[in-house]
């Protein structure tokens, strides 16, 4: 089946730096991707809407100057976390889909502590 | 607006079936899905239905009415593995509109 791999799958930054996060799809055109984060006991929160080739669409209350999102392939699309805080730590995850009607593929999410 | 409502949270017992609902108010429809997700882990698809009718795969089936704006999910022979939060998305154009998700407790 498809797959989504995403990287890294843990990191720890310090406050200031700041930290990039891969979602490869392996074997398909992901022509939509989704970013989230996640914290502790609470849902998915979308963060921001790419596809390929066009900017991303933030949701809102997320600063796209600080979640950098680059979708400049049908495979790749990359999220980074500029001058991370300690407040950024969470569970971030990607997924990735192809037309419009087909099922969306989760990768293995990044967790990221600031500290 | 869009929104999609399941409830927070239910509980069930072992070896018994359970019903999870999710309704719906979209601006448009190319389909709704189901997730589980384990605490710390990435959601695993279980479902899609785009057009009305229950679909069955083994243990699970999802049902959708898309006249009612309503699905559900529905889990067979529970089993404490199925202890989860039970994630309901609906996709419209190219943004998926997520459920807050429903937590599942499977009890002995």
């Known amino acids: 089946g498809a797959v989504v791999s995403q990287h890294p799958s843990w990191v720890i930054c310090k406050s200031g730096t700041s930290v990039k996060i891969e979602c490869r799809s392996l074997?398909?055109?992901?022509?939509?991707m989704f970013w989230y984060r996640q914290f502790p006991k609470q849902s998915l929160m979308l963060m921001a809407t790419?596809?390929?080739?066009?900017?991303?669409?933030?949701e809102q209350g997320v600063e796209k100057d600080k979640f950098l999102i680059n979708h400049a392939s049908l495979t790749l699309s990359t999220l980074t976390v500029t001058s991370a805080h300690p407040e950024d730590s969470s569970f971030y995850i990607c997924?990735?889909?192809?037309?419009?009607?087909?099922?969306?593929?989760f990768g293995n999410g990044t967790r990221l502590t600031v500290t | 607006g869009q929104n999609i409502d399941q409830p927070t949270e239910m509980t069930a017992t072992e070896g018994a079936i359970v019903q999870i609902n999710c309704t719906y108010q979209?601006?448009?429809?190319?389909?709704l899905f189901w997730y589980q997700q384990h605490a710390g882990e990435a959601p695993t698809f279980l479902s899609y239905?785009?057009l009305d009718g229950l679909e069955e795969k083994g243990r699970f089936s999802s049902f959708l009415s898309r006249s009612k704006g309503y699905s559900y999910l529905l889990l067979k022979e529970l089993q404490m593995k199925d202890s989860a939060s039970y994630l309901c998305?609906?996709?419209?154009?190219?943004?998926?509109?997520w459920g807050a998700g429903t937590k599942l407790i499977i009890k002995p």
């Open positions: 997924s990735a889909g192809g037309t419009v009607g087909s099922p969306l593929h």
């Open positions: 074997d398909f055109q992901a022509t939509t």
């Open positions: 790419s596809n390929e080739g066009s900017k991303a669409t933030y």
């Open positions: 979209t601006s448009g429809f190319n389909g």
């Open positions: 239905n785009v």
């Open positions: 998305a609906v996709r419209s154009n190219y943004q998926l509109i």
